[in-house]
Nanobody, 120 residues
Framework: QVHLVESGGGLVQSGGSLRLSCAMS????????MGWYRQAPGKQRELVASMPTISNGARTDYSDSVKGRFTMSRDIAKNTMYLQMNNLNPEDTAVYYC???????????WGQGTQVTVSP
């Protein structure tokens, strides 16, 4: 079982930055994939960034809409993942969720979500 708690959302002006944190409790296995998703009003949840645990941060994939602006990272000692978001624009407004996909069991674990609002 994995428990995830996000923090760091808020209101920011266009062009600003925020850093989201996701505190993870429970064991993260090498076969797991960590990720950040977002869901804007009236839209489907979309994958923003993902990192296979086994890569130890060496590999991170981003959606085209955030590539070059967002950076996903992980602090193993703190068992926390982060999403650094720079040059935000109103289209980034959404509820952001952290996720751990346990592919060996076909399970996904989700945080409660944190709201990010970018004003023009």
């Amino acid at each position: 079982q994995v428990h995830l708690v996000e923090s760091g959302g808020g209101l920011v002006q266009s062009g600003g930055s925020l850093r989201l944190s996701c505190a993870m409790s429970g064991i993260i296995f090498k076969g797991d994939v960590m990720g950040w998703y977002r869901q804007a009003p009236g839209k489907q949840r979309e994958l923003v960034a993902s990192m296979p645990t086994i890569s130890n941060g060496a590999r991170t994939d981003y959606s085209d809409s955030v590539k070059g602006r967002f950076t996903m990272s992980r602090d193993i000692a703190k068992n926390t993942m982060y999403l650094q978001m720079n040059n935000l624009n109103p289209e980034d407004t959404a509820v952001y969720y952290c996720n751990v996909e346990r592919r060996t069991l076909g399970r996904q674990y989700w945080g409660q979500g944190t709201q990010v609002t970018v004003s023009p």
